[in-house]
């Protein structure tokens, strides 16, 4: 998995700004060479919702406990379970 991700990970480090600030996610997807509205996000937490909004990023939340929903999820398509999201992101078929 880490020889895939190589070059891949970013972090506010990188960037100077953290979540909500949209920057990190901007950032890697300039260095990826694609653009923000053909990017999708997997986050598991409010300012990551909020910064996928930011940077006008499909979203997708990660919310493992089904008992805890954050009050705004700022437009994100929630899910409980990682064996969901490929069928989410269209990868199945």
């Not at 996000?41 to 940077?55: K, L, T």
């Amino acid at each position: 998995m880490r020889a895939w991700c190589e070059g891949r990970m970013f972090s506010a480090y990188d960037v100077g700004q953290s979540k909500p600030a949209p920057d990190v996610f901007l950032h890697a997807a300039k260095t990826l060479g694609v653009r923000s509205n053909e990017c999708a996000v997997i986050e598991d937490s409010p300012s990551g919702f909020e910064a996928a909004a930011n940077a006008q990023m499909r979203c997708f939340a990660y919310l493992p406990d089904r008992g805890t929903t954050p009050v705004n999820l700022f437009g994100a398509h929630k899910f409980h379970d990682m064996r969901d999201l490929p069928n989410m992101l269209g990868l199945n078929g």
